[in-house]
């Protein structure tokens, strides 16, 4: 069996300035896991110290505070910088760029519409902008159901698919009498997505490597699937199964942004052992 990476996969610009910050910052607090990847969460803890709290409010004077790359909500981030604490913000450019968008044109008199999951952290915080109620919308048919004005801006959480976006934009131009529309999704996510898209039409078998809370890692295996339905999402090498490699010839590998290459390269070790067995 042979196995071909896909063309784009794995760290973008974000998450690689993320990790740099957290391992300068020995001993440090994130608010919040720094990225979606508990596997290297785990690695920052253990090699560098660096500790998850979720509660700002538990935060202390004195302690050194690293700002996710998902961002945190407006009102989280002002009652930090009226402690007594050193604050190293990581929040991914891609992800500041919504919020200030948001906060501007809801200030316009736009009302304001998110492409994205309203649980997710970063959606939380890009809400957190905007000077009215935002409104924040999974899908197209979620956009049907939902009343909205004449003037409108629509943003995206920087992990969602551009045809989804393309969608919801076509129809806000026809249904609105003014509509501001703002690609932010990022373009490491689009080219691992278009990557992942191409490399699924070619495979048997297609292995999504990521953390399994992980927005972007969850969008590639939507995308796998669509082409190649032996698409499976794994955390690491102990997620596999042997019997997925039974009579395959070619298996590809993406990996979500937040996945660093020594998962990626245990996933891939293990798949040479997996099919190693499998000729026994």
């Not at 948001?102 to 736009?110: D, F, T």
Request: hydrophobic share 35%; net charge neutral; proline share 4%.
């Amino acid at each position: 069996m042979e196995i071909k990476m896909a063309k784009n996969y794995g760290f973008c610009f974000g998450v690689k300035r993320a990790i740099q910050i957290a391992e300068k910052t020995k001993d440090s607090i994130t608010l919040g896991p720094l990225i979606h990847n508990p596997k290297e969460i785990s690695r920052l803890e253990m090699k560098f110290g660096v500790k998850v709290q979720e509660d700002t409010r538990a935060i202390k004077n004195g302690q050194n505070i690293i700002i996710r790359t998902h961002g945190i909500p407006k009102n989280d981030l002002e009652y930090l910088k009226n402690k007594e604490i050193q604050i190293t913000d990581a929040t991914c450019p891609y992800v500041t760029k919504p919020q200030q968008i948001v906060e501007l044109m809801s200030k316009e008199g736009y009302q304001i519409i998110i492409f994205g999951d309203k649980a997710h952290p970063e959606v939380k915080g890009v809400m957190s902008y905007s000077q009215t109620e935002p409104i924040v919308i999974g899908s197209f048919e979620e956009l049907k159901q939902t009343k909205i004005k004449k003037k409108v801006a629509l943003v995206s959480q920087t992990t969602k698919q551009a045809q989804d976006l393309l969608e919801i934009s076509s129809y806000l131009i026809t249904h609105c009498y003014e509509t501001r529309i703002f690609n932010t999704i990022c373009n490491a996510t689009f080219d691992n997505q278009e990557s992942a898209r191409e490399l699924s039409k070619e495979v048997d078998i297609m292995i999504v490597v990521g953390g399994k809370t992980s927005s972007n890692t969850k969008q590639l295996l939507n995308i796998a699937l669509q082409n190649c339905p032996k698409s499976y999402l794994v955390e690491d090498e102990n997620d596999l199964i042997p019997e997925w490699f039974i009579d395959k010839n070619l298996c590809g590998i993406t990996a979500g942004a937040s996945t660093p290459d020594w998962i990626i390269d245990k996933v891939k070790k293990k798949i040479l052992e997996i099919e190693e067995s499998l000729k026994i």
